[in-house]
């Protein structure tokens, strides 16, 4: 197979003989469209090997990376009438693999199923929700220029499927969400008001509303927080820790303003006055697991380690998956020197996401601590 970049580069195309039997029951093939097959390593194909099996895997490899083909319509149609669950069964194998975290194969998947069903809203939906999850993922992890791109295709996917008349409310509501937890505050609001307007009553809901509030009567929509929230998220600490100070001079009521100067002091590494800013951020209702987490930081750079692990354990309450929240207990292990704490703890992580470099490092510094 040629090592090209194209995706497309070891396909062949089965010319079918004229005498073939076309009536296949459910669709008739065209003897004048060749089918797609993948090639082996050497290029070639053995025609005894090959089965439909096979031509449905490379119909879904031209529909992923060439949805505009000309003969797309003609794929889709043979691919709907030889598996008829083909779209379910590509959702769920997907699903699986974000769960595993094998984000490459899903999606892999996800354009296969864009490009088998590209005017269908679900296959939209899946593609932003995956975009969404994976920006996610990658900053706990510590990616942030993969997070960055990751949250570019999510909010590319999002304007594409809100921009349609039939949009679910459903996609208003996880638009606004990822949107709000981007530091987009003014569009998450402008997104969440109009799921809001649709929207029965329920869980959902009643979190747009809370975070609705946030932006509007709290600030975090103002223009002053997020334009500190940006600098801080940029690297801009002192920029941002100064423009937190002037939002929280004008909003000291709500517990935005707090947390966000403790994050600039925190990332300043001025631990006693991030931790009071920090508490002052929970005092007036912050539950976020951010909080928690910058907290612990804090509290852990100052010796405090059971504060420390007690916010931690808050924490991983509201998001116990969360690798980086996993991954600090397991220092707060290390520091109070105990070696097998830890090492359960960074076991955790790496069942969770066992591609984790720095928790697998830090596994093996600790097993090899005497």
Request: net charge negative.
């Amino acid at each position: 197979m040629s090592n090209s970049s194209d995706p497309l580069a070891g396909l062949l195309w089965l010319d079918l003989p004229d005498d073939i039997e076309t009536d296949m029951g459910a669709f008739i093939l065209n003897p004048s469209i060749p089918l797609p097959i993948e090639a082996d390593e050497n290029g070639r194909v053995d025609m005894e090997s090959v089965t439909w099996e096979k031509v449905i895997a490379a119909a879904l490899l031209l529909l992923a990376n060439r949805p505009s083909h000309e003969h797309a319509d003609y794929y889709r149609s043979f691919l709907s009438a030889l598996r008829p669950e083909l779209e379910a069964e590509l959702t769920d194998a997907a699903e699986s693999l974000i769960h595993d975290r094998d984000w490459e194969r899903a999606e892999d998947i996800l354009l296969a199923l864009r490009g088998y069903k590209p005017e269908g809203i679900e296959s939209r939906f899946a593609m932003a929700g995956f975009y969404d999850r994976r920006a996610r993922e990658e900053r706990k992890s510590g990616d942030p220029a993969l997070a960055d791109s990751c949250e570019k295709s999510a909010e590319a996917a999002y304007n594409e499927i809100l921009s349609d008349a039939d949009a679910p409310p459903e996609a208003w509501y996880r638009a606004g969400m990822f949107r709000y937890h981007r530091g987009d505050f003014m569009k998450a609001a402008e997104t969440l008001d109009a799921f809001v307007e649709s929207a029965g009553e329920g869980d959902q809901k009643q979190e747009a509303l809370r975070i609705l509030r946030l932006c509007r009567e709290e600030g975090q929509a103002d223009e002053l927080y997020q334009t500190a929230y940006a600098a801080l998220t940029a690297g801009s600490i002192q920029e941002g820790t100064d423009l937190a100070r002037q939002f929280l001079e004008k909003k000291p009521g709500g517990w935005p303003g707090w947390f966000l100067l403790g994050w600039g002091l925190r990332l300043s590494e001025e631990y006693e006055q991030a931790r009071e800013a920090l508490e002052g951020a929970r005092d007036r209702g912050c539950r976020e697991s951010s909080l928690y987490n910058e907290l612990a930081i804090c509290t852990r750079a100052l010796g405090d380690f059971d504060a420390a692990a007690n916010a931690l354990n808050e924490a991983l309450a509201k998001d116990p998956e969360n690798i980086k929240i996993i991954s600090n207990m397991a220092l707060i292990q290390i520091e109070r020197g105990d070696r097998n704490e830890a090492i359960r703890w960074l076991e955790t992580a790496l069942t969770l996401d066992p591609s984790d470099a720095i928790c697998r490092k830090m596994l093996e510094e600790v097993e090899n601590i005497e």
